[in-house]
């Protein structure tokens, strides 16, 4: 097993080696997401959203992971 340390390297190693700089942007988007500690608030549109999925739960209007897995590979495959 590494010790954090060896970690940090390796990390610091593989990113100096990215040259898309598409991937380097979204790589520090996700080190600044993981780094925020703030709350996020959801506006009304949101939070109408979440009831709206929550009564679809409640109700049964969902698909299994199985599902859903089928119609992304039939969507992909067109």
């Known amino acids: 097993m590494m ?4 970690l940090k390297i390796d ?13 380097l942007k979204e790589l520090l988007q996700l080190l600044k997401f993981q780094n925020d500690n703030s ?5 009304d549109d949101e939070k109408q959203a979440i ?12 698909l299994s992971n199985e599902d859903v897995q089928k119609e ?5 495959n067109k």
């Open 11 to 23: 990390l610091i190693n593989q990113i100096s080696n990215i040259t898309d700089q598409v991937k």
């Open 39 to 43: 709350v996020y608030v959801t506006d």
């Open 51 to 62: 009831m709206e999925a929550r009564k679809e739960i409640v109700e049964g209007n969902v």
């Open 72 to 76: 992304i590979n039939e969507w992909l």
């Open 3 to 6: 010790s954090t340390a060896e």
